[in-house]
């Protein structure tokens, strides 16, 4: 099919796209890449007629394609996939699992095709989890899951804003495969916010930049595109100003060694062993990245020591000087700690505005529920300055783009300066120049010692020089699931 788009505008609260001419001829995929923004999702509701926040301004013209001739796959679909399975299911509390919730029940609700969920499953390699619940898969098996879902729809068009995000190398490589082959049949946008994930077998690319469609070119003009560099230099000049914010209110909360400690740990339901025999120490001073497959147990480790997993009271830890299940209060614990994750990301869903998101970082509460300081408005203010976000500061969270919501996120974990910085994927959903940004921020914060970084990314590029001590899961085939090796650069 060919899509038409002419002389639009759409703006909400906190994206905005505008597009003066842009045709997608019939069998063409594209790949999209944005400099600043998430045009990703936006694209997509406008594509299929989803439009859920308040729209502002729209015009222009949309041709040559039907809503219901679109499937859309995005981290904010599947934010929503999730809560709403969460809100409508009590399958936990009762104890069964309903299947409609189950890996197999959500793609098979799209298609009522037995055949085809199997071949979705398979291709994308989810059969062994088909029983298993949406909501307790990892970030990168639910992304998989998203895409077989959209897949299952059977429309001619696809949008996939990052469908990349969350996966460990393995299943890039096999979903690059898998995309591809895939575009033989039905037309796509890939919409990307890491220029080594735009798919080589994408032969034209659209850039924007701050919503706006700046050019189209081949695939060989991309990779030749100075847009990279002079996005690198400016997220250094932002990184460098969080720095010195951080600095300004730094304090030194100390504890004698090991900050934390696991002996012999063990994760496991009734129906499998997540990982077993794992002794990890961390003391002063060091920082660690934690390293393994979609599924292996890395998020329910960092669970055990933020002390949000129910098996953390039957594992033997040491934390901050306590034993864990000695009667220490979590707050206590909470207080010297900041985290950043997909699961802290879909817990709130409190609708308070970006300021009271980051001043929240102060209280570890999910939501607003005390009066702050003026000093903490002052810290949180300067925060939003800094992210480029002083303009949405009493604008509703749930009412932002992604992306935004995870930089607020972020903020909120090191606005208080905690003793240990959790970032298990902190990058998900941030554009181009958002993780830059972040990355030049993590990596200074390690060298100064501001914190103590525990740190997950599938991607070799967001390695940080300052961390030299990994924990890595790998498959331990005498006992099943998961044990860990440690290592130093």
Not at 76 to 84: A, G, H, R, V
Not at 260 to 276: E, M
Not at 341 to 358: F, G, K, T
Request: a negative charge; glycine letters at 6%.
């Amino acid at each position: 099919m060919e899509i038409r788009f002419t002389q639009l505008q759409c703006r909400s609260s906190s994206v905005t796209v505008d597009i003066d001419q842009w045709v997608i001829e019939p069998q063409q995929s594209w790949g999209v890449f944005s400099t600043e923004g998430d045009v990703g999702a936006l694209l997509g509701q406008l594509l299929t007629r989803q439009i859920d926040a308040p729209i502002l301004t729209y015009s222009g013209d949309i041709t040559g394609v039907a809503p219901s001739c679109v499937a859309l796959v995005s981290l904010l679909e599947q934010q929503s996939l999730l809560e709403d399975i969460l809100e409508q299911d009590d399958s936990e509390s009762l104890g069964y699992t309903d299947p409609k919730t189950t890996v197999f029940g959500v793609i098979f609700s799209q298609c009522h095709d037995n055949g085809l969920t199997h071949q979705l499953l398979q291709q994308l390699d989810l059969t062994h989890l088909s029983l298993s619940p949406f909501t307790q898969l990892s970030t990168g098996e639910g992304r998989r899951v998203m895409l077989a879902r959209a897949v299952a729809t059977q429309v001619p068009f696809l949008v996939l804003d990052e469908p990349y995000a969350g996966l460990d190398v393995a299943h890039r490589q096999t979903l690059t495969e898998y995309l591809q082959q895939l575009s033989q049949t039905i037309q796509m946008l890939v919409i990307v916010s890491r220029e080594e994930d735009m798919p080589k077998w994408i032969e034209h690319v659209a850039l924007f930049s701050h919503g706006t469609l700046d050019s189209v070119m081949t695939q060989s003009e991309w990779d030749n595109h100075p847009v990279i560099a002079q996005l690198t230099a400016q997220a250094g000049q932002q990184s460098d100003d969080m720095l010195a914010l951080i600095r300004r209110h730094r304090h030194k909360p100390l504890f004698a060694n090991p900050v934390f400690q696991l002996n012999n740990g063990r994760v496991a339901y009734s129906d499998k062993v997540i990982f077993s025999g794992v002794n990890w120490r961390i003391d002063n001073g060091v920082h660690w990245q934690v390293k393994g497959p979609n599924g292996c147990g890395k998020s329910t480790l960092l669970g055990l020591i933020f002390g949000d997993h129910p098996q953390c009271y039957s594992n033997d830890i040491d934390i901050f000087g306590k034993k864990r299940g000695s009667g220490e209060s979590i707050w206590e614990i909470k207080k010297h700690i900041g985290m950043v994750s997909s699961a802290l990301h879909l817990q709130y869903r409190v609708n308070c505005s970006a300021l009271d998101v980051i001043v929240s970082g102060f209280y570890d509460s999910i939501g607003l529920y005390q009066q702050p300081s003026k000093q903490q408005v002052a810290i949180a203010t300067e925060w939003l300055a800094i992210l480029h976000m002083s303009h949405l500061s009493k604008s509703a969270f749930r009412q932002l783009e992604y992306g935004q919501q995870r930089l607020l996120l972020i903020a909120r974990a090191i606005v208080k300066q905690p003793t240990l910085l959790i970032l298990d994927e902190p990058y998900q959903g941030l554009d181009y120049l958002g993780r830059r940004l972040i990355k030049n921020a993590l990596e200074l914060i390690a060298k100064g010692h501001l914190s103590q970084l525990l740190y997950v990314s599938h991607y070799q590029e967001d390695s940080l020089d300052s961390i030299k001590h990994f924990i890595e899961f790998i498959v331990d085939k005498h006992q099943g699931g998961y044990r860990t090796v440690v290592t130093e650069a």
